[in-house]
């Protein structure tokens, strides 16, 4: 049964930096789009970045120019690279993949990471 595993979260200091990871594991699975999305308690889940391929990405205006969204295909695993943090970044990041196994299509969650950023 694939699923997504995420990494990278942590406490970070505000203009910092920090890259979160996300890996399909347990068989075989086609990415077509990467997404990573954030929730802060009592708050709905925010799309912050998602990219259908290198000519189809979207930020959020709160990341732009901060956030770049990038998989590798190879290793079923795409990546969150933040940058410049500040503390309304605080959130748990949510990984979230579209694409198609053997059995037909698929979307995935990963578990969550929870970033904090604070001085």
């Known amino acids: 049964q694939v699923r997504l595993v995420e990494s990278g979260g942590g406490l970070v200091q505000p203009g910092g930096s920090l890259r979160l990871s996300c890996a399909a594991s347990?068989?075989?699975?086609?990415?077509?789009?990467v997404g990573w999305y954030r929730q802060v308690p009592g708050k709905e889940r925010e799309l912050v970045a998602s990219?259908?391929?290198?000519?189809?990405?979207y930020y959020a205006n709160s990341v732009k120019g901060r956030f770049t969204i990038s998989r590798d295909n190879a290793k079923n695993t795409g990546y969150l690279q933040m940058n410049s943090l500040k503390l309304e970044d605080t959130a748990i990041y949510y990984c979230?993949?579209?694409?198609?196994?053997?059995?037909?299509?698929?979307?995935?969650w990963g578990q969550g990471t929870l970033v904090t950023v604070s001085s």
């Open positions: 347990g068989g075989f699975f086609s990415i077509d789009s």
């Open positions: 979230n993949f579209k694409g198609r196994n053997s059995r037909g299509y698929l979307e995935l």
């Open positions: 990219s259908s391929s290198p000519a189809d990405t």
